[in-house]
């Protein structure tokens, strides 16, 4: 009778809560592209994604800018 109940208790399956789907967030996929931090001409830190470039100016001088920043800036001219 015994081995029966311990048959028959081991018999049911405990029922598991299922996982919830892990993805990462939008921030870690952004950060996973391998930017660098930079020093822009304005004073401030920024995070950029592309390569360093250097354009010329107006006035025949080259500029050293950093390409696809954070907040959406394309070219962020940098301190040199």
Do not use: I
């Not at 892990?22 to 950029?48: D, I, M, N």
């Not at 006035?59 to 907040?71: D, I, K, M, P, S």
């Amino acid at each position: 009778m015994k081995v029966l109940t311990l048959a028959l208790l081991f018999s049911f399956t405990v029922a598991k809560p299922p996982q919830p789907e892990r993805r990462p967030s939008a921030t870690l996929e952004q950060h996973s592209k391998g930017g660098r931090w930079f020093f822009a001409a304005s004073g401030h830190a920024v995070y950029c994604y592309g390569p360093v470039m250097t354009l010329p100016q107006a006035n025949g001088n080259l500029q050293r800018v950093a390409t696809f920043c954070r907040e959406g800036k394309t070219v962020v001219p940098l301190k040199d």
